[in-house]
């Protein structure tokens, strides 16, 4: 079970940091992924970690602003959301894949969060 939290209102500008908790049972993921819905919208990835090596990937409207990390002993991995715009806006949230191999953008995510909402406006 994945557990998000960390989403609040925020200005344009701002920083939050969400994070994605492994509860239970935690079997082994080959990566975690952040999504996000904004309204009216289809789900689109936003980043994602391969537990292996920290092997990384950001969605390009996202590079150089977001910041995927993990922290193994907690089973916990956070995304630093900086300099947010209000195309930002959405329900964010995690998604474990399970073993494969390739990079963790093209890996099949099966266990999901509930997601945590981000709204960025003035």
């Known amino acids: 079970q994945l557990v998000e939290s960390g989403g609040d209102l925020v200005h344009p500008g701002g920083s939050l940091r969400l994070s994605c908790a492994a509860s239970?049972?935690?079997?082994?993921?080959?990566?975690i992924g952040w999504f996000r819905q904004a309204p009216g919208k289809g789900t689109e990835g936003v980043s994602c970690?391969?537990?292996?090596?920290?092997?990384?990937w950001y969605q390009d409207s996202v590079k150089g602003r977001f910041t995927i990390s993990r922290d193994g002993a907690e089973n916990t991995v956070f995304l630093q959301m900086d300099s947010l715009k209000p195309e930002d806006t959405g329900v964010y949230s995690c998604?474990?894949?399970?073993?494969?191999?390739?990079?963790?953008?093209?890996?099949?995510?099966?266990?999901w969060g509930q997601g945590t909402q981000v709204t960025v406006s003035s």
């Open positions: 998604a474990a894949a399970g073993p494969g191999a390739g990079t963790c953008q093209v890996l099949p995510y099966s266990v």
């Open positions: 970690i391969r537990t292996s090596d920290g092997d990384t």
């Open positions: 239970g049972f935690s079997p082994e993921y080959a990566a």
